[in-house]
């Protein structure tokens, strides 16, 4: 059964599988704003824009109990765990907490400066979450009736407020469009101010897996505590977008390459800029660090590749051989091997001690955009902008399996640490996780609002994290979890606007909207296109509607469907891979 509440002021009880109306609930005498099912299932009540709370058999359908008290409109209820208890919170500014059983009022809250417009109990009962259009979240002891925490951050009013399943976390939704995760532990959010201005170019993680660096189009170089995500330092010196950035094999330094041309060497002990290189003639798309860390390679737009002496500050060697840009460049794990790509289609191996290219990898129909060698160095991965990636084996260079699934260009790739899992990220805003010993697809992470730029694996005694870098300014740590066949994501912090942002949440199925909540919804932007603001003429929601959420950046559970992505064994004829990229 589902209960709706409307304008008109009933609550109306649904029978999901036959949809028809069941009850027929009326008492209020203007619209009903909130609705909700007792635990057991056996009660409903209901809030007003009357100031009252209506308590109704869920069975008969008869009134129980009128609760009254409160002097402006009730917006949010909840039930406690147990049943016995109902919370609410009102334009009145107050929280108040009742007895079922008997209809006394136990408490009356008094903190929020503004309307109380959610709230929700912990799992145990023993706390009561609220969130108000003062911007505030306040988190109440049940017993004592005190409150025990105010959460600020939000830049708008509360909507919606929830409890992890174990209550040490809660999720709060604002005006201000962002989805806030709050450690109650510690009374902070796990939001991480303090982000990139613009696009994330290049996300790379140290050696001993504690600190995480990104290069971005804002110029700046920055530094993260991997654990925490707090921005540990800023590195300024290029005068153009940072396209590419490197950690040394020891972790002491970091290259990074842009748009100006120059390469730069970065201690990170004194943070300072130890050589800027230069002689490329165009743009720096990739660099790499050797596996002795005593060279660097960098890729530029025009066609070459440099290897750079990282003591001296000097171009030991120029690799030439492609007629277009080169956009990325990596050693083998051995150091006897570079693998490069590039816009003319191909991937090229290079010997190291000879500089001369010895193989040239073709079956790409557009640029090679991104190259990665296995952690094992037996396969070499080649993402192209045909949407596609081509594992190769390094003993035969023969292509023995193209992975689909991507619908649009494929910009990065990155192997896990073990090499059992290869993550890629697309224009097409979903990063996936494919099996490498099989091709199939673990993972997806959907509903990025950009391409993605860069990705980097992170492995620690607790497990397996991925960081992303996309075109809109976020860098995002996940964590990855094996279940059997599939892959477990979920987000630990993100750096976009100081905030975890969701904004693929929308309303489907949604049933009696008025034509004013039509037009809230509207501009919320979770049906159709946002229109004017409404924010002054009407802040009521409609509560009768399942929620379906696309996570964008972050999200409680991953969405996993991976159903469009394949894996083709390189027998099988390339018609067959443009076939399936165009369904895609």
């Known amino acids: 059964m589902i209960a709706s509440a409307s304008d008109d002021g009933t609550v109306r009880v649904w029978d999901v599988v036959a949809g028809e109306c069941t009850l027929f609930l009326s008492g209020h005498i203007r619209g009903v704003l909130y609705v909700a099912y007792s635990p057991n299932g056996q009660q409903i009540a209901s809030s007003s824009a009357d100031c ?339 594992l190769w084996d390094v003993e035969t260079w023969e292509c023995h399996r193209i992975l689909i699934g991507h619908s649009d260009r494929v910009k990065s790739i990155a192997y896990s640490q073990h090499g059992d899992l290869l993550a890629s990220g697309s224009w097409d805003g979903v990063v996936r996780l494919w099996d490498v010993a099989t091709g199939e697809p673990r993972a997806e992470i959907p509903n990025f609002q950009g391409s993605l730029n860069s990705l980097t694996w992170c492995t620690t005694s607790d497990g397996d994290y991925l960081i992303t870098g996309c075109s809109d300014s976020s860098m995002i740590k996940w964590k990855v979890t094996n279940e059997g066949d599939r892959c477990r994501v979920h987000p630990l912090w993100s750096t976009t606007n100081g905030a975890l942002i969701m904004t693929g949440a929308f309303i489907h199925d949604v049933r009696g909207l008025s034509p004013l909540n039509k037009q809230l919804l509207k501009q919320r932007g979770a049906i159709g296109e946002p229109e004017i603001s409404l924010r002054e003429k009407s802040k009521k929601l409609v509560t009768a509607a399942s929620i379906e959420t696309k996570p964008e950046h972050a999200s409680i559970g991953i969405v996993e469907d991976s159903s469009s992505a394949s894996s083709i064994p390189t027998e099988q004829s390339e018609q067959v891979e443009v076939d399936n990229r165009q369904s895609a």
């Open 52 to 390: 009252r709370i209506l308590l109704w058999n869920a069975e008969t359908g008869r009134l129980c109990r009128v609760l009254t008290g409160h002097r402006d409109w009730v917006w949010g209820i909840a039930y406690s765990p147990q049943g016995d208890q109902l919370a609410s919170g009102s334009k009145d500014t107050t929280i108040r907490l009742w007895d079922v059983e008997t209809g006394a009022c136990r408490f009356v809250l008094n903190g929020h400066t503004d309307a109380v417009e959610c709230i929700a109990y912990s799992p145990k009962g023993d706390l009561i979450a609220s969130g108000g259009m003062d911007n505030t979240v306040r988190l109440w002891s049940v017993e004592s009736g005190h409150c025990q925490q105010t959460l600020t951050g939000h830049e708008e009013g509360i909507l919606g407020v929830a409890f992890s399943p174990k209550g040490c976390q809660v999720t709060t939704a604002g005006w201000d469009r962002t989805v806030r995760l709050w450690d109650t532990s510690v009374q902070s959010s796990r939001s991480i101010p303090n982000g990139h201005i613009i696009s994330v170019n290049s996300v790379k993680c140290s050696p001993k897996a504690d600190i995480i660096a990104s290069g971005s189009g804002d110029r700046t170089i920055r530094t993260w505590d991997s654990n925490t995500g707090d921005c540990l330092c800023i590195l300024r010196g290029h005068t153009d977008p940072v396209y590419c950035i490197a950690y040394s094999p020891q972790g002491t330094q970091l290259a990074s390459g842009g748009a100006d041309k120059s390469v730069r060497i970065w201690d990170l002990n004194s943070r300072t800029c130890l050589h800027t290189l230069t002689g490329h003639d165009h743009d720096i798309e990739t660099i790499t660090y050797s596996p002795q860390g005593d060279k660097v390679a960098s890729a530029s737009d025009d066609q070459t590749v440099r290897i750079w002496d990282v003591s001296t500050g000097v171009c030991q060697d120029i690799l030439y051989g492609h007629t277009d840009a080169v956009m990325s460049v990596v050693y083998s794990p051995d150091g006897n091997q570079i693998a490069t790509g590039s816009m003319d289609a191909t991937a090229r191996i290079w010997d190291v001690g000879t500089g001369q290219c010895f193989k040239v990898l073709a079956g790409h129909t557009a640029w090679v955009r991104a190259v990665a060698y296995s952690p094992q160095g037996n396969l070499l991965a080649t993402a192209g902008y045909d949407w596609v990636i081509r």
